[in-house]
C-alpha cells in the first residue's frame, strides 16, 4: 500500500505539472479582473467554466450564493458498503478595494482546482482503491469582507465532507498561523448642522462623536488581553468646515483569540460608541456585520501529514507569524482542515500594491503548484493511509469538546461579572 500511495502522489504532481498551462491561465485570468466581495461574477465563471470542460464534474454555478459554486466528481471506486470518504478543496476570489488582488486571491482559487485536478487525475490512474471518493470544490466568496463561507455553512454546503483543505499565500510556507476571530461594526452618527461660526450652539456634532469614539476606543485598548485587536477608520467626517457635521460614519474590527470572547470586546467597545453619542447629543446606530469569523480550530494530524508531504516537494516551513482572521475559521469548527500559507517567490506584504503584483507574477505559479501539490498529497493520506480519518476525526471531535468546556466556563464567568 505504501509504494502504491507513494505512485499516486508522483502521479498528482506530474497531472497538475502537465496541467500548469491550463492553470496559470485560470488564476491570472482571476488576477486581472479583480473584484469584491459577493461581486466575483467573472471569477466565478471563470471558475464555473474551467470545471465544466474539465471531464467528469458536476457543476452547480451559483451554489446557495450568487458568486459561489460547486463541482464535484464521484462517488468513484471502492468496494460496495464502504462508507464514502469525502474531500473537499476551498477556492478564494475575492479581490481587496483599490488594490486589486493584493492578497492572492487568485492563488487560492488556482490552488485549490489544481489540489482537486490533479487528485482526480490521479484517482484515476490507479486500480480500484479501497473506500469508494468523492472530492468536491467549493467556490466560497467574500472572505475578505462578509465571510460567504459562513453563509454557505449556514445553507449546509459543507455537511458531508470529512475534510477540508485550501491553502493561502503570504511570505513564508507554514501548515498554521494563529488565526484570531473577527466581528466587523460599522458606527452612524447623526446630529444636527448649524452655521459652525454664526452660531455653533445650535449645531448637533456627528464629528465631534466619532473623534470621541475614536478616543473612547484608543484608551479601552489599554484594558484588552494582548493578543485582542480594535482597528478602525472614520469613514465621514463632514463636508464643509463651516457645517457643523450632522453625520458621522466610523467602520471597526472587533478581533479575539477565541470567538467565545467576542461579545465580551462587542460590549466594551459598544459602551465606548454609546458614550461618546450621549456627550454630544447625536444619535448613534451601530451595524455589525451579519458574520463573524471564528478563529481556525487546528487539526493537527492533517497539519503533520501536509507538512511531511510540503518538504518532500521542498518547502521549508516557518512557525512565525500572524494572520489576522479568516471565514475558515468558521469551516474548522464544523469540518476538520487545515488552512497553511505558501510562499510565492516575494517578500512583500499582504494588503499592498507590491504583494498584487506578486501574486499576478509568473514566478508565483511553480509555488502555487508546489502548495497545489501538497494539499492533494494529503488528500491521498486520509484516503489510502488506514486510520489517518479515524484519527484526524478523533482529534477535531476532543477540539470540539474542549471547546464546549470553554463555552461553559466562559457563561459561568460572565454570569458573574458585571458586563460594561
Ligand atoms: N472582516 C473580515 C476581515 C478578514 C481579513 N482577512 C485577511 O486579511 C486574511 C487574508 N485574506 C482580516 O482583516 O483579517
Not at 84 to 94: I, K, P, Q, R, T
Not at 168 to 191: E, F
Request: charged share 25%; with cysteine; proline share 4%.
Amino acid at each position: 500500500m505504501a509504494e502504491k500511495l507513494q505512485a499516486l502522489k508522483q502521479q498528482v504532481c506530474s497531472s497538475i505539472d502537465e496541467a500548469k498551462d491550463k492553470l496559470h491561465r485560470l488564476g491570472d485570468a482571476i488576477w486581472r479582473l479583480p473584484e469584491l466581495a459577493y461581486e466575483e461574477r467573472q471569477a466565478h465563471d471563470t471558475l464555473v467554466r474551467f470545471f465544466t470542460q474539465e471531464k467528469g464534474w458536476t457543476v452547480e454555478a451559483h451554489y446557495k450564493l450568487e458568486t459561489a459554486f460547486r463541482a464535484t466528481w464521484g462517488p468513484v471506486g471502492g468496494a460496495d458498503g464502504e462508507s464514502v470518504v469525502h474531500v473537499g478543496f476551498l477556492c478564494e476570489y475575492d479581490a481587496l478595494p483599490a488594490i486589486g488582488h493584493a492578497c492572492g486571491h487568485n492563488l487560492i482559487a488556482e490552488s485549490g482546482a489544481a489540489a482537486a485536478v490533479g487528485l482526480k487525475a490521479a484517482l484515476e490512474s490507479g486500480e480500484a482503491w479501497p473506500v469508494p471518493v468523492k472530492v468536491t470544490v467549493l467556490g466560497t466568496p467574500a472572505e475578505e469582507d462578509g465571510g460567504g463561507k459562513v453563509d454557505l455553512l449556514r445553507e449546509g454546503a459543507f455537511e458531508d465532507l470529512d475534510v477540508v483543505f485550501m491553502a493561502h499565500p503570504t511570505q513564508k510556507n507554514a501548515t498554521y498561523l494563529p488565526a484570531v476571530a473577527v466581528h466587523s461594526v460599522l458606527v452612524k452618527y447623526r446630529g444636527r448642522t448649524a452655521h459652525a461660526s454664526a452660531y455653533p450652539w445650535e449645531g448637533v456634532n456627528a464629528l465631534d462623536a466619532a473623534v470621541m469614539a475614536y478616543s473612547n476606543i484608543s484608551v479601552l485598548r489599554q484594558q484588552l488581553r494582548p493578543e485582542w485587536r480594535i482597528h478602525g477608520i472614520i469613514k465621514h467626517g463632514g463636508v464643509k468646515p463651516n457645517i457643523i457635521p450632522d453625520y458621522s460614519e466610523l467602520e471597526y474590527y472587533l478581533r479575539t483569540s477565541s470567538h467565545l470572547d467576542l461579545p465580551n470586546i462587542r460590549a466594551k467597545a459598544e459602551a465606548c460608541f454609546r458614550a461618546a453619542a450621549m456627550a454630544t447629543g447625536c444619535e448613534v446606530e451601530l451595524l455589525f456585520q451579519k458574520n463573524e469569523f471564528y478563529e481556525v480550530l487546528r487539526n493537527r494530524t492533517l497539519e503533520d501529514l501536509y507538512e511531511e508531504n510540503g518538504k518532500a516537494l521542498g518547502m521549508k516551513f516557518t512557525t512565525e507569524g500572524f494572520s489576522g482572521s479568516t471565514d475558515f475559521g468558521n469551516v474548522s469548527h464544523a469540518v476538520p482542515g487545515i488552512h497553511p500559507y505558501f510562499y510565492i517567490g516575494s517578500e512583500a506584504l499582504n494588503h499592498t500594491a507590491e504583494y498584487t503584483a506578486a501574486s499576478g507574477a509568473d514566478e508565483a505559479q511553480l509555488y502555487t503548484r508546489r502548495t497545489a501539490k501538497a494539499l492533494a498529497m494529503t488528500a491521498l493520506d486520509v484516503i489510502f493511509s488506514p486510520g489517518v480519518l479515524d484519527k484526524v476525526k478523533q482529534e477535531f471531535r476532543e477540539a470540539k469538546r474542549r471547546e464546549e468546556r470553554n463555552c461553559k466556563s466562559r457563561n459561568i464567568e460572565n454570569g458573574d461579572q458585571h458586563q460594561p
